[in-house]
């Protein structure tokens, strides 16, 4: 079974500009997770959805924004990117049949640079 | 707020070394406790998930064990290799109702396994 896929891998942008990240989770998981990872922060959750619905939500600001498509598929968005907006995004996938969190699957990443 | 601490910050061993990385977490209503691998640039590799109720969990060379009352993890290696070589991370879900797909991180610890 492929694991999580995480597309661009590598993305440059400048200041003031948007982009978008997709995620595509293992199949038949339903619920997908996003994360921005730095060095001076660590981890941090950004949101998680469950069939296309926001679930919940970290403590970013509302320049960060996602979706997720009927197949489970997911896009993050930035608008108006920032400097400290570098770092790397993960997205996490787990089935979620159940009411307990399970186990969480992570794709390698998008390295986002912000120049 | 669930906070996550992980001892040591870095670590670095002969090969053959049996390690014990230590994780700990201030609410002790959690679902369960997952440990990742992270290799540089990469992205998370899950190692194990130890639900609640359980008291310990193994995986080849890996031991985890959980003391909710006590709020704590161990991640126990055996006989370690170069290729351990990574950052490992402990991470527990949100408390409560909203805790699906949020999890919280602890800042790892930087394994180095020398030959």
């Known amino acids: 079974k492929a694991g999580v896929t995480q597309t661009p891998r590598y993305l440059i942008k400048t200041r003031g500009q948007q982009v978008t990240l997709s995620c595509s989770p293992i199949s038949g998981h339903r619920s997908v997770s996003w994360y921005q990872q730095t060095p001076g922060q660590g981890l941090q959750f950004l949101f998680e959805y469950f069939s296309e619905t926001q679930r919940n939500k970290g403590n970013f600001p509302g320049r960060f924004s996602g979706r997720q498509f009927s197949n489970s598929r997911s896009e993050m968005n930035v608008s108006t990117l920032e400097l400290g907006d570098s770092a790397l995004y993960l997205c996490a996938s787990s089935v979620a049949w159940g009411t307990s969190p399970d186990t969480q699957y992570f794709g390698p990443g998008t390295r986002l640079t912000v120049l | 707020k669930q906070e996550v601490t992980q001892i040591p910050a870095a670590l670095s061993v002969p090969e053959g070394e049996n390690l014990v990385l230590n994780c700990s977490f201030t609410?002790?209503?959690?679902?369960?406790l997952q440990w990742f691998r992270q290799d540089p640039g990469k992205g998370l590799t899950s190692l194990l998930l130890?639900?609640?109720?359980?008291r310990e969990q193994t995986s080849g060379r890996l031991n985890a064990s959980l003391d909710k009352s006590s709020g704590r993890s161990t991640l126990y290696i055996a006989a370690s290799q170069p290729g351990d070589s990574a950052t490992y991370l402990c991470a527990v879900p949100n408390a409560g109702g909203t805790s699906y797909g949020k999890l919280t991180f602890g800042q790892g610890t930087i394994l180095t396994v020398h030959p």
């Open positions: 609410d002790s209503a959690i679902y369960n």
């Open positions: 130890i639900q609640s109720s359980q």
